[in-house]
């Protein structure tokens, strides 16, 4: 019997269908444990289908502990309806982009009478992608329109081939085609090319957090005084700067807990946290359950082996 050689294209195609959406998306499943910041790197795609519930459903918005990890692209390819973010509902139609940053769930929705089609990119976090979208760090999501589809349309359509029929690994051509995808957005909404100095801290801080132990470390690498630091923190976030850098800490563990085999104990250190029981108890007190336990829950390893007590 005849070998068949298997693809290298690490993208898995997945399938779902209820009365009201229909969605084929392509996720990476080879994606497990280094993030190379100095390139883009698409987690996945999918193209979706929503349908007019007439109002006697509600639409799904489960919460999904990995939204932390991605930037949202999604592409309204055809049809009209509202974006729903938290409490806010937008009106959006065929031709709209919204970027959405990582951790924000939201739902587009089909007004009554016809379907909703999007093309949605999943984008790995990471400074390059911060530093292209050049969002305010207030700012949870973004409404886009371009002048001009045309390079857009052509590297979606490339970007969604490469997907679907590579029989490679794809992912450096993914990564170029998920650039010049991000650059025509930028071009078109001329946004700023540089960052306002809270943006540069708040980049900073989220790229490394474990390296900022105290507010003096904020202060002396950017130049400001105490003041400026909590007044910036307070009017932009509505918290001190040391609760945000504590926030970014055990958002990066919970990336570690899902996609290494590193013990909790090396995971506290590469955090930040000198100090294991500390660790597990901020970790606890922010998502509810033990790093351990999260780990079990979430991990997208599978016969994992790390020698540790849950």
């Not at 031709?95 to 739902?107: E, F, H, Q, Y």
């Not at 979606?156 to 085609?177: C, E, I, M």
Request: with cysteine; net charge positive; aromatic share 12%.
């Amino acid at each position: 019997m005849a070998n068949i050689k298997k693809s290298a294209n690490p993208y898995e195609r997945r399938y779902s269908t209820s009365d009201y959406i229909d969605q084929v998306s392509y996720i990476d499943k080879g994606f497990r444990s280094e993030i190379n910041t100095s390139v883009l790197q698409l987690y996945g795609c999918c193209e979706l289908q929503a349908y007019p519930s007439g109002g006697k459903q509600k639409y799904p918005s489960p919460k999904n502990p990995f939204l932390c990890f991605y930037w949202i692209v999604s592409y309204l390819e055809k049809g009209m309806g509202h974006l729903e973010v938290n409490n806010e509902r937008k009106a959006v139609q065929k031709g709209d982009i919204v970027i959405a940053r990582p951790g924000i769930n939201l739902k587009i929705i089909p007004d009554l009478g016809k379907p909703l089609k999007q093309i949605v990119l999943f984008v790995i976090a990471s400074p390059v992608m911060e530093c292209i979208c050049c969002s305010d760090a207030r700012q949870a999501y973004q409404i886009c329109r371009l002048d001009d589809y045309t390079m857009f349309h052509e590297s979606l359509r490339k970007l969604l081939d490469t997907v679907k029929n590579s029989t490679g690994n794809p992912r450096k051509a993914l990564s170029v085609l998920t650039y010049a995808i991000l650059c025509e957005i930028e071009k078109d909404n001329r946004k700023p090319k540089r960052l306002d100095q809270f943006n540069q801290i708040f980049y900073s801080i989220r790229q490394a957090p474990q390296y900022y132990k105290r507010v003096s470390d904020i202060c002396r690498e950017f130049g400001i005084s105490r003041q400026q630091a909590f007044s910036m923190f307070q009017d932009r976030l509505g918290v001190s700067p040391m609760r945000h850098v504590i926030s970014e800490r055990l958002d990066k563990s919970r990336w570690y807990l899902i996609h290494q085999n590193t013990p909790v104990a090396a995971i506290a250190e590469f955090c930040g946290y000198s100090s294991v029981p500390f660790f597990s108890r901020e970790f606890k007190k922010k998502y509810g359950i033990s790093p351990m336990a999260y780990r079990k829950k979430y991990s997208l390893l599978s016969g994992r082996k790390t020698g540790e007590k849950t």
